[in-house]
């Protein structure tokens, strides 16, 4: 059970991670990502994302799948939200499910790493200094890299 999806709407992470539950995992290794509030450049009052249809969906289905088959991972799931989206609200889920913990915390970091750098999304950051694309930071790159 492998599963994306990309969408304007909030989810539910307690729903989401009840979901993963039903596949008699050991562990569940759940994250949720906010939209800051502030960046180095000041304050940071919401994020557009924009993204690809289609090729983010697949993008995401690959990555997920490849972390399944590098880990034997038992289900997994991501939700990416699009749109205008303000400090502080959701923005990504990602959840794992493996028969150990250490998988499920290796494969979830692997995913939020490689999501920064190989997913079709594009962020416009609306704030104290006007808006502006966000570029991916160097730090997402190494940590991309060590995969």
């Not at 304007?8 to 990502?33: M, P, R, W």
């Not at 499910?97 to 750098?117: C, G, I, P, T, Y």
């Amino acid at each position: 059970m492998f599963s994306v999806k990309v969408q304007h709407e909030d989810f539910n992470a307690g729903k989401e991670y009840q979901a993963l539950t039903s596949v008699g995992a050991g562990a569940i290794v759940t994250f949720c990502g906010l939209v800051r509030d502030h960046s180095a450049e000041g304050r940071i009052d919401a994020l557009t994302l924009e993204h690809y249809p289609g090729m983010t969906e697949n993008t995401l289905q690959q990555l997920l799948e490849h972390a399944g088959r590098r880990w034997s991972l038992l289900a997994g799931r991501i939700i990416h939200r699009v749109g205008r989206l303000e400090a502080h609200q959701q923005i990504v889920f990602v959840g794992i499910a493996s028969e150990h913990r250490q998988a499920a915390f290796e494969a979830a970091s692997f995913v939020m790493d490689r999501l920064k750098n190989d997913v079709p999304l594009w962020k416009k950051q609306h704030g104290q200094q006007g808006e502006h694309w966000v570029e991916v930071k160097e730090s997402d790159r190494q940590a991309g890299a060590k995969w």
